[in-house]
């Protein structure tokens, strides 16, 4: 498709189990983004690439997210021994050359429910 | 602390009257400004993207104005239909930063 898109779209976890999600942003764009976005909020910012090079990871809560990009196309944010407050909603985003000029495209999400 | 504040969160209108939607920022240091459309357990549709150089953009029924000088923009979507219900999200990308700053959103149902 020509769209951002992301698997699973749901996923339920036990708590303490580790969770790994997927997303394919669109071809060619060289900037990818996850957020995580909680009942009722905004979506809050989490991790950055630049092709392959995660150039910001600073709004990743814990040590137990991870997200890597390998071959700058497809990336996976890895949640290490989830907990109950990682519960939200996963976006990720891609965009077009420099960011600060391209629009940010949106997947569907993916939905974790830690129960 | 650079924030994006959408008020209020959540509004009403009959079909057929226009939808102002109303979006404040702190930092008028912005690259760009962003307005998303969100349905219930959806992603982001991204409406229209408004460079800091820029005032409006319109895309069909949809108008969206950027005064970077009061920290506002508004989204306007003429003769709103059932169709428009949604949330609608504002997004920031401010100086110094790669990242989206967002609002709440407003979520708005429109009355048929």
Not at chain 1, 25 to 53: C, D, K, M, R
Not at chain 1, 78 to 89: L, M, P
């Amino acid at each position: 498709g020509a769209g951002v898109s992301q698997s699973p779209r749901y996923k339920v976890a036990k708590r303490g189990q580790d969770v790994a999600l997927r997303c394919d942003p669109i071809s060619g764009h060289v900037s990818l983004f996850w957020y995580q976005q909680a009942l009722g909020q905004g979506p809050e910012f989490l991790t950055y690439f630049q092709n392959e090079a995660q150039l910001d990871k600073s709004g990743l809560p814990s040590d137990r997210f991870f997200a890597e990009r390998p071959e700058g196309s497809v990336s996976t944010l890895k949640i290490q021994r989830t907990q109950q407050e990682d519960s939200a909603v996963y976006l990720c985003a891609s965009s077009f050359g420099v960011v600060t000029y391209n629009e940010q495209f949106f997947g569907p999400g993916t939905r974790l429910t830690v129960l | 602390k650079q924030e994006v504040t959408q008020i209020p969160a959540a509004l009403s209108v009959p079909e057929g009257e226009n939808l102002v939607l109303n979006c404040s920022f702190t930092d008028s240091a912005i690259y760009n400004l962003q307005w998303f459309r969100q349905d219930p357990g959806k992603g982001l549709t991204s409406l229209l993207l408004i460079q800091s150089s820029q005032r409006e953009q319109t895309s069909g029924r949809l108008n969206a104005s950027l005064d970077k000088s009061s920290g506002r923009s508004t989204l306007y979507i003429a003769a709103s239909q059932p169709g428009d219900s949604a949330t609608y999200l504002c997004a920031v990308l401010y100086y110094g930063n790669n990242r989206l700053a967002f609002g709440k959103g407003n979520q708005v149902v429109v009355i048929p």
